[in-house]
């Protein structure tokens, strides 16, 4: 399956997805190339009751539909059912348990083969799950403008950390500058990925939170959380630091370059004086 995700700025462009199937069975391949079956994708999305199924005789077809009819998670289900009554079937492919059974009748539109079943979240943005920006905001906590300590709110579809009102300001005023984001990326932003994973999963896995279901698809895959669990607490300060990239070494690199600036300059210094 080869997902296509629509540009930002084009949305009125479709969700499309290819689909190329390699089934390996030439006694069912052959009753599809004969019309008497047929590859079937059954398309289901629970969030706006949408339904469809989709029968062709190719291997390779594609699958489109409108942004609005859809919503968070879609549900695929890849099948080869058949289109007639098929009298006496055997398949040779079948497993053994079922090879001494004797033929029997196929009745129209039951299926001959499963193939895969899927999953692909629409509310998602698939080539944004790299950068933070996709699961966390940050915010300034104007409900409690008399709160002095920054909270982090996991109970929505973003991660929301709240600053208090002067210590928004200031972020906004600072966070521009490329060499503060090691410290934010160390600190606040450390702090509130902590916060969330201790959080991750309280709900079920059916009613996950976006930013949720968009850390499960980086933990798929990347290998570097292969061994690590989110649903533990004792992983969540490791998972964190690698959804970050280490910030805490790289906060210690910075502060170094800082400091040879720093050492660098007084040397200058001093030699404008002894001169």
């Known amino acids: ?28 391949e052959q009753l599809i190339a004969e019309r008497r079956a047929s590859y079937m994708c059954e398309i289901k999305c ?5 339904r469809l199924g989709v029968n062709t005789p190719l291997s390779h077809f594609t699958v489109e539909l409108l942004r609005r009819w859809v919503n968070r998670r ?3 289900a890849l099948w080869v059912v058949a289109n007639e ?19 029997f ?15 692909w979240d629409a509310d998602l943005c698939y080539e944004d799950l790299t950068s933070l ?15 002095d300590l920054v909270l982090v709110d996991t109970e929505s579809d973003y991660v929301r950390v709240y600053l208090p009102t002067a210590q928004y300001e200031e972020f906004v ?7 503060i984001a090691n410290v934010m990326h160390s600190s606040l932003i450390l702090f509130a990925l902590q916060t969330a994973l201790i959080h991750y999963g309280e709900n079920g896995p059916d009613n996950q939170h976006r930013w949720e279901r968009a850390l ?20 969540a300060a490791e998972i964190a630091q690698k959804l970050l990239n280490n910030p805490l070494k790289r906060l210690g690199d910075s502060l170094s370059g800082l400091v040879r600036s720093d050492e660098a300059a007084g040397e200058e210094v001093e030699d404008e004086q002894g001169e």
């Open 216 to 235: 499960d698809l980086i933990f798929q895959r990347d290998e570097r959380f292969a061994n690590l669990d989110p649903t533990k607490k004792e992983d």
């Open 105 to 119: 009748d196929v009745e129209k539109g039951s299926p001959l083969a499963f193939l895969k079943a899927f999953h």
């Open 133 to 147: 920006r996709s699961i966390l905001q940050i915010l300034p906590n104007t409900e409690n403008p008399d709160e």
């Open 1 to 28: 399956m080869i997902p296509h995700i629509p540009l930002k700025e084009r949305i009125a462009d479709p969700y499309r997805w290819e689909f190329k199937i390699s089934l390996n069975n030439p006694e069912i």
């Open 173 to 179: 005023r600072v966070s521009a500058r490329p060499e």
């Open 85 to 103: 009554r098929i009298p006496d079937y055997r398949n040779s492919k079948a497993d053994p348990d079922y090879i001494d059974l004797e033929p």
């Open 46 to 50: 629970s969030a706006t009751f949408f």
């Open 74 to 76: 879609i549900e695929f």
